[in-house]
């Protein structure tokens, strides 16, 4: 199931860099932004209301990791948030990124998921241990 969202995925995003190539003079970027988006949203809403059920169980069996679901939603590393994130969040630190970015995007903007380390240590139960 997961090769079919990664192929699907796959398609967006040449269907994207092919509306890039056509697109000077006819769709402006914003305009172009906006269709891949709406694209890639009914593309998400429709394996969405299908994958529920078995994500669930998987996840409930333990034979599906966030990993594999951040693999299986990631954006493509042309998407022009995961390219602004990677600028702005340093490669390790307390936010990270992995290579493979889910990106949630609307009209507005996006919200591009990174990890926030915490350590044992940082914890206040470890310092109150101490």
Same mark, same amino acid.
């Given at each position: 199931?997961?090769?079919? @969202?990664?192929?699907? *995925?796959?398609? $967006?995003?040449?269907?994207?860099?092919?509306? @890039?190539? $056509?697109?000077?003079?006819?769709?402006?970027?914003?305009? $172009? *932004?906006?269709?891949?988006?709406?694209?890639?949203?009914?593309?998400?809403?429709?394996?969405?209301?299908?994958?529920?059920? %078995?994500?669930?169980?998987?996840?409930?069996?333990?034979?599906?990791? @966030?990993?594999? &679901?951040?693999?299986?939603?990631?954006?493509?590393?042309?998407?022009?948030?995961?390219?602004?994130?990677?600028? &702005?969040?340093?490669?390790?630190? &307390?936010?990270?990124?992995?290579?493979?970015?889910?990106?949630?995007?609307?009209?507005?903007?996006?919200?591009? $998921?990174?990890?926030?380390? %915490?350590?044992?240590?940082?914890?206040?139960?470890?310092?109150?241990?101490?």
């Amino acid at each position: 199931m997961l090769t079919k @969202i990664n192929q699907a *995925r796959e398609v $967006l995003s040449q269907l994207e860099e092919s509306l @890039i190539g $056509l697109a000077p003079g006819l769709l402006s970027p914003d305009e $172009l *932004r906006h269709r891949v988006s709406h694209a890639r949203e009914l593309l998400t809403g429709a394996l969405s209301a299908d994958l529920q059920d %078995i994500l669930k169980d998987l996840a409930n069996t333990r034979a599906l990791t @966030i990993g594999d &679901c951040t693999q299986a939603l990631a954006a493509p590393a042309s998407d022009p948030y995961v390219q602004f994130a990677r600028k &702005c969040i340093p490669v390790e630190g &307390c936010v990270e990124l992995d290579d493979d970015v889910v990106v949630a995007a609307s009209e507005d903007g996006a919200q591009v $998921l990174a990890w926030y380390w %915490i350590g044992v240590d940082d914890l206040p139960e470890h310092a109150n241990a101490a």
